[in-house]
């Protein structure tokens, strides 16, 4: 192995240490930069509040330092160069010092302010002419008293109408023609004032009707009994009035009957002239009844035949009743039973009457203080009954019934010239010849 000459040994420590020294100075004069950057980044980031504008001057430092420190290791990695002996001494080989990264300065977030949102709502729109006019107004006293509106800020958010359902009710049938012009004219008026009406722009319902609802029934009380007076002073009773018994139906014969095609019973009251004629209906049953309670009393109406039991032969006999008096005349004294219905003439002095004592309903007449009556009529299988006077008392009207049809019939006073004057058409029965009017 070949030993070193002398003196190279010397000269490599010297070197070593010259080394040493270059390479304290270098990193002396980084720490001396790094140190003068990070107090300009620190210094500009406390003088700038912005977040955005610190962050870019830390980069543009950062890379300017970078640029700096890449210069710097390029010169420290070129060689020194002193003067040496001549002689040829062995190279020590030179250390690169390894460059170290100096840590980028982080910067610090900035908060963003967060906005939060303003709802507000649209006017609703105007319904008609009139609303809109009054919004108008409104805003431009708004504007006069508090100036123009300023432009809304970025955080308002107007909310979306969602609009209800328009429900609308039909318009109700007038009931009158004055309801329906009236009607009319309000119509006109809304169109002249406030244009054709047109749907909204919005769902519309019709409305369904309610159900009228049914009133439940008034219950009616029951009425209170009145207790019934035990008696009553005469002077506290006032007396019915008795209607008048016309005049105008003198001279007819009222009968019941089945005319108008009305059963027997109820049945109908009707008036017929003597000879079939002027057929009309009573209006009232007291004309009737009237008539038939009269019937049986003489013109004057003081007398009256009424047919009663004799006391002594439990038969039926006829006797004559004086109204002013009330004394009874008796004026027959049959041997036999079966006496009905017995009036007297208009003068008193004879009666007609019906007795069954032949086998049918016969009808007979006794003059006043006769002991025996005549036969006026003798039909089989008929029967004849409820005979009338004529107000001259020279004519018997009666009614005949045969096979369950009756009709009205007259006679003479002696039984001769029978004739019906109803028709067959209809039944007819209890004839009463109207023989005078109240006075």
Do not use: C
């Not at 192995?1 to 040994?9: A, D, F, I, K, Q």
């Not at 270098?26 to 980031?45: D, K, S, Y």
């Not at 919005?202 to 029951?222: D, W, Y």
């Amino acid at each position: 192995m070949r030993e070193p000459p002398p003196g190279s040994e010397q000269k490599t420590n010297t070197n070593a240490g010259s080394s040493g020294v270059g390479d304290f100075w270098r990193w002396l004069l980084l720490l001396t930069i790094f140190t003068a950057v990070a107090l300009l980044v620190i210094g500009t980031l406390l003088s700038n509040p912005d977040g955005g504008v610190r962050a870019g001057i830390s980069r543009t430092h950062v890379a300017q330092l970078e640029e700096t420190r890449a210069a710097s290791l390029t010169d420290a990695a070129v060689p020194t160069t002193e003067p040496t002996s001549t002689s040829t001494s062995t190279p020590v080989p030179t250390r690169t010092p390894t460059a170290t990264m100096t840590p980028t300065a982080t910067p610090t977030p900035t908060s963003t302010a967060t906005l939060t949102p303003m709802v507000i709502t649209p006017l609703p729109q105007p319904a008609d002419l009139f609303a809109a006019a009054t919004h108008v107004a409104e805003q431009t006293r708004q504007v006069e008293r508090h100036g123009t509106a300023t432009p809304l800020p970025p955080n308002v958010v107007t909310a979306t109408f969602t609009p209800k359902p328009l429900v609308v009710t039909n318009t109700p049938t007038p009931g009158n023609q004055e309801t329906a012009t009236y009607q009319a004219v309000v119509a006109t008026a809304l169109a002249a004032t406030t244009g054709t009406p047109t749907l909204p722009a919005v769902p519309v319902v019709t409305a369904t009707p309610s159900p009228t609802r049914t009133p439940k029934p008034i219950v009616t009380p029951k009425p209170t009994s009145t207790p019934t007076p035990l008696f009553q002073l005469l002077s506290d009773i006032t007396p019915t009035p008795i209607p008048q018994f016309p005049s105008e139906l003198v001279g007819k014969i009222l009968f019941k009957g089945t005319a108008l095609g009305e059963p027997k019973n109820p049945h109908g009251y009707y008036m017929i002239n003597p000879d079939g004629t002027g057929l009309a209906r009573l209006t009232g049953s007291w004309l009737f009844r009237a008539a038939e309670g009269r019937d049986s009393h003489s013109t004057g109406g003081e007398v009256g035949a009424v047919a009663r039991v004799d006391p002594r032969t439990r038969r039926w006999q006829i006797f004559l009743r004086d109204y002013g008096s009330n004394e009874l005349e008796q004026v027959t004294y049959f041997s036999f039973n079966g006496l009905r219905t017995p009036v007297l003439s208009p003068e008193g002095d004879a009666i007609a009457y019906v007795t069954w004592h032949t086998g049918n309903d016969e009808i007979w007449v006794i003059e006043r203080g006769e002991k025996t009556g005549t036969q006026l009529t003798f039909d089989k299988d008929v029967y004849e009954r409820h005979p009338s006077w004529a107000p001259g008392g020279n004519q018997i009207v009666y009614y005949l019934e045969r096979d369950g049809k009756t009709r009205i019939w007259i006679m003479d006073a002696d039984g001769r010239n029978k004739h019906p004057i109803t028709s067959p058409d209809y039944d007819a029965w209890d004839p009463v010849w109207v023989k005078y009017a109240d006075s």
